[in-house]
């Protein structure tokens, strides 16, 4: 369809530090499904201006978790602090444009100023003491800072796309500074500068920055600069509602996948952190792509509960396909810390092996580590070690049973779930036994455990020899 609006260029632009942190997941989310909503393009810019707290790792891990993520990025990641000379050299032109101006205050006066403002019981403002003088007065060889000679009446009006028309008294935005006396940008000049040269046309971002937005809505207007629509989407909360803190689940993106989460299930989990298509929960990417837009954002604060991730991720595991399963296996091993038989390495033979139970394993697992842990009795060496149930199942007449089951099973020619459950309810059935005083002994002499795939599909899966063999060691 021909349409004279613009393409649809949103970005997202973390901190680089930290890693990718669940709430800047679900900012690059949203930006990215923006994007392809509207066939435009997510551009990434890495806010590195601050020289101290910004480290190369950080970045690694930022695009590592976009990656893992599926959240890919149109172009080259744009680097905040190489474009520094360009935040100058537009600081350079609002002065010379009248629409800012140098400041000399001294620290000392700036400090007056505040306490002043404090002990009046007022907001810390700078008082726009350099705003109207004539640069000549400037005290020798100073080199100042400069100021947005910012409206000093009136309101500035937010007009946001999730939280609607958020005015903000002009008197409460003072002169900001734009460029710091060493000649460096401030944040706030700097986003300006690269959200236009970047052709953002769309800023969706944490609710954090809504005053930063009334800010940054007056540098372009000095600038005359068209605004970018913005949407400022709620914050994300611990389930007791207070800000969202390491306890609740604010871990790197990285974590979540050592965590044995797929990327899929964290996905359909954070797009209904702030937004939301009727009471949809399993939504696909592909619908929320096709779905998703301003509509469905909400201006409430979103609930993170892990609870739901973990039932979301049950859920995406279920339905996935079994070599992709064990791939996803493969991936986190090196990473997670686990007791298993596997070790940290997923062999050839291994992968086969697992692809081939995986369908009898999947229906119980809620994350892959969860998988991870049930697999074991695929790949664990004999003799078996037992969990004190399984012992004591054995313990308790189970060995006994299976002395008499064994020759049976070993009798049989062709080895399948079918055949050996036909074997083994002819067994029950001869002797007068109720299928499960057969099968959990069974269970507990080839998986070591009380719980685990059914019963049948862990003998087709093990093998003959394999079963003989640890049911000998058993009986
Ligand atoms: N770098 C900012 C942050 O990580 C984002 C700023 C913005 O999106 O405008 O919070």
């Known amino acids: 369809m021909p349409t004279d609006n613009p393409p649809v260029i949103t970005r997202f632009a973390p901190s680089p530090t930290g890693f990718l942190h669940i709430g800047g997941a679900r900012t690059a989310l949203f930006n990215w499904l923006f994007a392809r909503a509207n066939d435009g393009k997510m551009l990434l810019r890495i806010e590195d201006t601050d020289r101290e707290r910004s480290t190369d790792e950080a970045v690694d891990a930022i695009l590592d978790g976009l990656s893992w993520l599926g959240l890919d990025w149109d172009g080259e990641p744009v680097s905040q602090f190489s474009r520094a000379a360009r935040h100058r050299e537009v ?10 101006y140098y400041c000399f205050a001294t620290p000392e006066e700036l400090t007056e100023m505040r306490e002043k403002a404090r002990a ?7 008082d726009g003491r350099w ?3 004539d640069p000549s007065e400037a005290p020798a060889g100073a080199r100042g800072v400069i100021r947005l000679k910012a409206p000093v009446e009136g309101e500035t009006v937010v007009d946001d796309k999730v939280q609607g028309e958020v005015r903000f008294p002009n008197k409460d935005l003072d002169d900001l500074v734009l460029l710091r006396s060493d000649g460096s940008p401030t944040y706030m000049l700097a986003v300006v500068v690269d959200d236009h040269d970047m052709g953002a046309t769309h800023i969706i971002r944490g609710d954090d920055h809504l005053t930063n937005a009334a800010r940054q809505t007056l540098i372009y207007q000095a600038l005359g600069w068209q605004v970018p629509i913005m949407a400022h989407i709620p914050l994300i909360h611990g ?5 969202l803190s390491k306890r609740h689940g604010a871990l790197g993106a990285e974590a979540y996948r050592a965590l044995g989460y797929l990327p899929e299930a964290l996905r359909n989990y954070l797009v209904r952190l702030g937004w939301a298509h009727g009471d949809d929960e399993i939504i696909s990417t592909e619908e929320m792509i ?12 979103a609930r993170f509960d892990f609870a739901k991730l973990e039932a979301l991720n049950g859920h995406y595991i279920r339905h996935a396909d079994d070599a992709y399963l064990a791939d996803s296996i493969a991936r986190i091993l090196p990473e997670i810390d686990v007791d298993t038989p596997l070790g940290n390495n997923l062999e050839p033979a291994e992968r086969d092996v697992l692809v081939a139970a995986m369908p009898g394993l999947k229906e119980r697992a809620k994350t892959l580590v969860e ?3 049930s697999a074991a009795y695929l790949f664990i060496k004999r003799p078996l070690p037992f969990e004190e149930k399984a012992r004591r199942i054995l313990d308790e007449g189970g060995s006994d049973v299976l002395r008499k089951l064994t020759p049976a099973l070993a009798a049989l020619e062709q ?11 002819d067994f029950a059935e001869a002797n007068d036994l109720k299928l499960g005083k057969v099968a959990q002994p069974l269970r507990a002499a080839l998986t070591g455990r009380t719980i685990s795939p059914g019963v049948f599909d862990v003998l087709a899966v093990l093998g003959k020899e394999e079963c003989i063999a640890r049911l000998q060691d058993v009986i």
């Open 239 to 243: 389930p007791d509602g207070a800000k």
């Open 371 to 373: 998988l991870i842990d």
């Open 290 to 301: 096709e779905w998703f837009g301003f509509d469905g954002m909400n201006k409430a604060a």
């Open 415 to 425: 080895w399948s779930a079918e055949s050996t459950e036909q074997a083994v309810r």
């Open 131 to 133: 705003r109207d003088r």
């Open 91 to 100: 600081a350079e032109k609002m002065v010379a444009d009248g629409k800012a």
């Open 120 to 126: 009046e019981g007022r907001p810390p403002r700078y």
